[in-house]
């Protein structure tokens, strides 16, 4: 039933006017705290893009964590799941990469002008479809062409939910206490020789970081 409406453009609006407001709450009646932000500041100020990874699991209100003046693009895909993120990023501000299937240049030069931009581009390196913290992107190879170092997110919040989804999204619910936490260090593919060093490296950091979060509640 939810995938057939999922279908009609006026439900599609609809579900993420409702998600919208539903996150709207949660941000509003939560309290967040950033941890390690001056790791982001500091690379930031260089007035170069980065690439933010978090796994998928965790991107649920992590739109709140954006305290920087780089602007964030998330990286988004053309189907029904991706275009109900899409609007939803949208209605707080930020302004998605679309990754369209049957054109895979098409994200290639909007993310070559986000970068002329000093925007900050957001991936979700499981996305869509998983499996779950396992990196499915090339990164590797985007960072090597435009030159891009990459910064780890984790976001946990003290009271959730989790879906019954490939990749069991953590939802928070309102009266939260949130935490985000960016790595200690800024990850350079310059200093790894292979894609699978690389890959492994990030994937270490992303679950080390989602664990290291924990120790704040």
Known sequence: MLKRLSKNNFFLNLFANLVFLSLWIIKSTSSWRGINEE??????????SLIILIWHHQLMGSTFSWKFNSKLRPIATS???????????KKFGL????RKKDNPTFLIKNISKAVQNGDCI??????????PKKINTSIFKL??????NIAILSFHTNKYFR??????LKIPLPFSKGIYLW???I????????ETDFNLKITNELNKNSEKINDFF
């Open 143 to 148: 960072c090597q062409k435009f030159n891009l």
């Open 187 to 194: 990850i350079r593919p310059k200093d790894y020789e292979n």
């Open 163 to 168: 879906l019954n989804s490939w990749d069991k």
């Open 122 to 131: 957001y991936i979700t390196p499981d996305a869509p479809h998983g499996p």
């Open 95 to 98: 302004e998605p990469l679309l």
């Open 183 to 185: 790595g200690d260090e």
């Open 79 to 89: 189907h029904r799941d991706g275009q109900l993120s899409t609007l939803v990023q």
């Open 39 to 48: 790791t982001i500041k500091k690379e930031l100020s260089n007035k170069r």
